[in-house]
Nanobody
Framework: QVQLVESGGGLVQAGGSLRLSCAAS????????MGWFRQAPGKEREFVAG????????YYADFVKGRFTISRDNAKNTVYLQMNSLKPEDAAVYYC???????????????WGQGRQVTVSS
């Protein structure tokens, strides 16, 4: 059983920055890819960023390229999402997930964190 616990996020003004963390436990973290998704009210959960098991490969949704950075520290079993230049439309609940490889669809993810709220004021 894998457990993913997210932290960080909160309220920020437009143009500001926030960082999300996702700590994993339960089995070998370093052998799995990780991803961040987000879900705004009334919308489906959408892919934001993914990172390979080694951290050597990353992939981003077009709407966050150049603003968000995904990274991981396998020694700490943690994946991060650094969010810069935040926009009001970035407001959502953000979820981390574990998958076998970098994937952009939710059905490829076996485990999810509980979600963290990110609110961006204009």
């Amino acid at each position: 059983q894998v457990q993913l616990v997210e932290s960080g996020g909160g309220l920020v003004q437009a143009g500001g920055s926030l960082r999300l963390s996702c700590a994993a436990s339960g089995r070998t973290f370093s052998s799995h890819a990780m991803g961040w998704f987000r879900q705004a009210p009334g919308k489906e959960r959408e892919f934001v960023a993914g990172i390979s098991w080694s951290g050597g490969s990353t992939y981003y949704a077009d709407f966050v390229k150049g603003r968000f950075t995904i990274s991981r520290d396998n020694a700490k079993n943690t994946v991060y999402l650094q969010m810069n230049s935040l926009k009001p439309e970035d407001a959502a609940v953000y979820y981390c997930g574990e998958s076998r490889f970098i994937a952009t669809t939710t059905d490829e993810y076996n485990y999810w964190g509980q979600g963290r709220q990110v609110t961006v004021s204009s």
